[in-house]
């Protein structure tokens, strides 16, 4: 019979050798692909898992991260306290004298004398005229002053108010003598309170009057006031009058921006 022989189990061998060449060929792809897949997962399997490890890595710090600002704002908050808090101390320093202190202001018409006890006057004496004994006018009546206060105190709508500004010892700005024209300052602080008081001088018979009082920041009304009478009161005194001597009603005048005014005094005094 004749041979039969399937065409793709031929080789090309010059022995022929049936299946060997395709086994060959066969082992030679399954190991290729082995080669193929082990080095797939050498050449890119670490790095996937080393993108992962960085990603979480990167996960963990982030929330650390955004942890530290909040964490490094809580000191900041007391160390601004701490900063402020010396201003608002130095705000608060009081400003009072050690004791009780004179300062005369003096031109060719008038002699002042203040105290800084309350910042008013004890003494204001007009060199021109002359009282029932002959002596140079004090129109600071000691009687009446001691007993309703002296002349350019401080009255506020607050009794008790009133008394402290009258009875602290302020900070003059100068002591001793002082020759006019010129200005004289006191101050007082205490406790929430500020006050400033100045007076300016010129070379005639006016004096101008600056008071200012605060409360924790806040201004207070406070007004400049003559309690007493004025001037030489002996002639109103039974038994010391002189003879025939004509009584002379007082009246305050002055002069606000050009504004020429005048009060009669009452029982209380004057009350700017």
Do not use: C
Not at 55 to 81: C, E, I, K, R
Not at 86 to 93: D, E, L, M
């Amino acid at each position: 019979m004749p041979e039969i022989r399937n065409p793709n189990l031929q080789t090309q061998g010059p022995a022929g050798g049936g299946g060997g060449g395709d086994m060959r060929s066969t082992m030679g792809f399954a190991l290729l692909m082995l080669v193929v897949l082990f080095g797939y997962q050498y050449f890119f399997k670490p790095k996937q898992a080393e993108t992962t490890a960085t990603t979480q890595t990167q996960a963990q710090q982030a929330p650390q991260s955004a942890s530290q600002p909040t964490a490094s704002s809580q000191p900041a908050q007391p160390q601004l306290a701490a900063d402020t808090a010396p201003q608002a101390s130095a705000n608060a320093v009081a400003v009072t004298a050690a004791s009780e202190t004179q300062t005369t202001v003096e031109n060719e018409r008038i002699r002042i004398v203040f105290t800084n006890r309350g910042a008013q006057v004890i003494h204001w004496i007009l060199k021109d005229f002359k009282d029932t004994s002959g002596q140079p006018l004090d129109l600071v009546q000691p009687q009446s002053a001691a007993r309703f206060g002296f002349p350019l105190s401080v009255f506020t709508y607050e009794p008790a108010l009133t008394t402290q500004l009258n009875q602290a010892l302020y900070q003059p700005s100068a002591t001793g003598f002082l020759l006019a024209p010129n200005s004289l300052t006191f101050h007082y602080a205490a406790n929430g309170l500020d006050v400033l008081k100045t007076f300016r001088f010129d070379t005639g018979y006016v004096v101008s009057v600056e008071a200012q009082v605060k409360r924790n920041g806040a201004p207070v009304r406070a007004l400049v006031a003559w309690p007493a009478g004025l001037g030489d009161m002996e002639e109103f005194v039974p038994g010391k009058s002189r003879s025939g001597a004509v009584r002379t009603p007082s009246q305050f005048a002055w002069s606000i921006d050009g504004k020429q005014d005048s009060l009669t005094p009452t029982a209380s005094g004057f009350l700017f």
